[in-house]
């Protein structure tokens, strides 16, 4: 069974960075997609950034256009969040997810990572 786990968490000061994993138990488990979503706490999921297979396709939330980065390595079955100038309202359970197609639902999960932004 395809797990996916995040590291990379931390507590940070307003304005500094962290830099999210997310690898795949199976080195064979390659999904056409793969996204960061985060939940800050009393509120609702939000998607923060996805990317496809190659790279060619991303997409960012507004909130952190222009200072997160989505990369991938499929090699490695490893999915990257780049964070920098992080806010306090950046403060959120972040999860790494992916699905086979490009469209559709997003089938696998992660446990989460806390990131937490202090100001």
């Known amino acids: 069974q395809v797990r996916l786990g995040e590291s990379g968490g931390g507590l940070v000061q307003a304005g500094g960075s962290l830099r999210l994993s997310c690898a795949a138990s199976?080195?064979?488990?390659?999904?056409?997609?793969m996204g960061w979503f985060r939940q800050p706490l009393g509120k609702e999921r939000e998607i923060v950034a996805r990317?496809?297979?190659?790279?060619?396709?991303?997409f960012y939330a507004d909130s952190v256009k222009g200072r997160f980065t989505i990369s991938r390595d499929v090699g490695k079955n490893t999915l990257y969040l780049q964070m920098n100038s992080l806010k306090p309202e950046d403060t959120a359970v972040y999860y790494c997810?992916?699905?086979?197609?490009?469209?559709?639902?997003?089938?696998?999960w992660g446990q989460g990572t806390q990131v937490t932004v202090s100001s």
């Open positions: 199976e080195r064979t488990f390659s999904p056409y997609m």
């Open positions: 997810a992916a699905r086979a197609r490009a469209l559709g639902d997003y089938d696998y």
């Open positions: 990317i496809n297979r190659i790279g060619d396709s991303t």
